[in-house]
């Protein structure tokens, strides 16, 4: 049986997961569209800050994170003398956290999508005077769908499988900060594995049938392509 604290973190991690994927998309979008059309000489440098959480080690982000977003920091002091809420060790810090963290889950599949679509569906549209964002819901995203997808799954699940990040920059504090990966651990450490086991085996399960849902409709927009 879960405990009320593990209700708990799995509602703050969904509600993390689907909050840092609807920033992600609204980031992510223009962001990747602008990467993948753009001639700019500084698009290397911009792909690899994006690419950066790749192979930076969570706690390393987290650790600066926790310095620039705290009271004294160079951001969370701003915040506080605004008369804003306190950013570390808050559910604002881990929403933070998150989308940084899962930024080239979001970027890359759209940036490659993007690619592969090319500039003649663009053309084409711009001959018949349509707008940016007529064009990206009525072309780009049709012909992107996959990528849209795979971006938005990837994001979801990258963030609930978080750990590094959301501990530095959020603690464990039950609640508030206390995601299931953190619960995980403390019940590892508590030794009550009969409630890390159900945790554990919930996102696996979660995780399996999540990536078998986007295989499956990767494959079924592939076959339906002419």
């Known amino acids: 049986m879960l405990l009320e604290s ?41 792909e690899a800050v994006v690419a950066l959480p790749l192979v930076l080690p969570p706690t390393v982000l987290g650790f600066y994170l926790l310095i620039t977003l705290a009271p004294a920091g160079p951001i969370g002091s701003v915040v506080t003398a605004m008369g804003g809420p306190a950013l570390a ?68 699940a990258h963030t609930v499988g978080e750990f590094g990040v959301v501990l530095m920059i959020g603690g464990n504090i039950p609640g508030q900060t206390q995601v299931v990966s953190i619960a995980i651990y403390e019940h590892v450490e508590s030794v009550h594995y009969a409630q890390a086991h159900i945790l554990s085996a919930g996102l696996l399960a979660f995780s399996f049938f999540l990536l078998l849902a986007i295989y499956g409709l990767n494959r079924r927009f592939t076959v339906s392509q002419p």
């Open 89 to 156: 060790f808050s559910f604002t810090g881990l929403v933070i956290g998150s989308v940084l963290y899962s930024l080239p889950f979001a970027v890359h599949p759209l940036q490659n999508s993007f690619s592969a679509m090319g500039r003649v569906p663009l053309e084409a549209a711009a001959t018949l005077r349509a707008g940016w964002w007529d064009t990206l819901f009525t072309v780009a995203f049709p012909l992107c769908r996959r990528g849209v997808l795979t971006a938005i799954t990837l994001s979801f």
């Open 6 to 46: 593990d209700w708990t973190a799995l509602w703050i991690t969904f509600k993390l997961a689907a909050l840092t994927t609807v920033i992600l998309m609204l980031i992510g979008v223009p962001l990747a569209w602008w990467l993948a059309f753009t001639r700019a000489r500084g698009r290397v440098f911009i």
